[in-house]
C-alpha cells in the first residue's frame, strides 16, 4: 500500500466503537496513510474532531424484535444506506475499508463489499456481535481484540488475526505511570459506569461504602462518575460519612484518573478492559445484563482468569457483596498489587500499530 492511499474507516454508535478508529486514525497517519470516516448520521453530529480528512454520513438502525414495523423500518434503512455507502465508496475509491462492530457499520462495509473493496471487521469484545456476525463472511479479514473470540463459524476462524483493542493515546500517555501500593495509606477508588451503567453505580456503591467499619472508609478516597440526577444523592452519602469525593456526570480525564486509582468499579466494555490491562489497574468489574450476545460478561470472565480483575454479576452486585470484596482488598492490600500486575501483563499498547500493519497488509494484499 503506497503512501498516501486512502483507508476509511467505519464505527458509530459509542465510545466503544468510535475509541478503537479514532487510535488507528493516528496509527495510519504515522505511516503516511490517508483516512476518512463514514458513520451514522447520528455519530456524525459529534465526530466533528475525529483525526480524518471527511467525515461521511450515511443512513444506519439496529434492527431489534420490537415489532415487525420496527424490524421492517430498521432494515429498510440498513438497505438504504448500504447503496448510499456503495455511491460514495465508488466515487472515492477507499483502497480498503475497515469497520469497527455496530449497525452503523454495516451499510459501508456491506457496500464496500458489493463495490470489490477489501474489508476487515474489528471484533472489540470477547464474544463477536450480530452486526460482524452478519458482516464476517463477507470480510477478507477479521481482526480480533481478545486472542479468544465467540460465536465465530468454524469457518470463518482462518481469518482471524489477534491484534488487541486499540487505546486511545490519551490511554497511551498515562501507561508508564506505575502502581503505587496503598500499604496502610489510602486506597483511591475510581467508580464509573458510561451512559448506561452509572445509575447502578449510584445505587450500590454509596450503599456499600456505608456498610464498612469507620476504619475501613478512613481509608478510602473516592472518584465517581454518577450522572446529574444522582449526583446529589451520591454526593451527600459520601459527605455524611467523611470520605473525601469528587462526583462528576463526566470526566474528561478518565484515563488519568484509572492511572491514579489504585482500585476501579466499572462496566467492562471492551474498551475499558483494555485500557485497564494497558495501564494495568486492579478492577471490580460488573458486566452490563441484558444484552444478547453477554459480551462484557465474557470480557471481564477473561480479565478474571488473568487475575487482573473480579467478577461480579448484576443480580449479586448487592452494597453487602460488594462491601464485603472491598474490606478483604483494603485488610490485603497486596492482592491489589498483585491484580494490577496481572492487569498490565495482559495488557497489548501497541494494539492500534499492529491493527495499521495489518490494515495495509490487506489493501496490499493482490487476490
Known sequence: MAAGKLVMLAAGGTGGHLFPAEALSHALHARGQRVVLMTDTRAAEYAGSFPAEAVHAVPA???????????????????????AARRIIGRIKPDVVVGFGGYPTVPPVLGASLAGVKTVIHEQNAVIGRANRFLAGRATVIATGFAEVGGIAEPLKAKCRHVGNPVRPAV????????????????????????????????????????????????????????????????????????????????????????????????????????????????????????????????????????????ILQPDFTPRRLASELSQLIAQPAHLTTMAANAKSAGIPDAADRLADLVIATANFQN
Open 172 to 311: 497511551l500517555e498515562v501507561a508508564d505511570r506505575d502502581y503505587e501500593w496503598p500499604g496502610e495509606g489510602k486506597i483511591r477508588l475510581l467508580v464509573f459506569g458510561g451512559s448506561q451503567g452509572a445509575r447502578v453505580m449510584a445505587d450500590i456503591v454509596p450503599p456499600a461504602i456505608q456498610l464498612l467499619s469507620e476504619a475501613e472508609r478512613a481509608r478510602l478516597s473516592i472518584v465517581q462518575q454518577a450522572r446529574a440526577e444522582d449526583d446529589e444523592r451520591v454526593r451527600g452519602i459520601y459527605e455524611k460519612l467523611g470520605i473525601r469525593a469528587t462526583v462528576s456526570p463526566f470526566f474528561k480525564d478518565l484515563p488519568a484518573q484509572m492511572a491514579a486509582a489504585q482500585l476501579v468499579i466499572a462496566r467492562s466494555g471492551a474498551s475499558t478492559v483494555a485500557e485497564l490491562t494497558v495501564i494495568g489497574r486492579p478492577a471490580i468489574l460488573v458486566p452490563l445484563p441484558g444484552s444478547l450476545d453477554q459480551d462484557q460478561a465474557a470480557n471481564a470472565a477473561f480479565l478474571e482468569k488473568a487475575g487482573g480483575a473480579m467478577r
Open 61 to 83: 438502525a439496529t434492527p431489534s424484535g420490537r415489532s415487525p414495523f420496527a424490524m421492517t423500518g430498521a432494515l429498510l434503512k440498513l438497505a438504504k444506506g448500504t447503496f
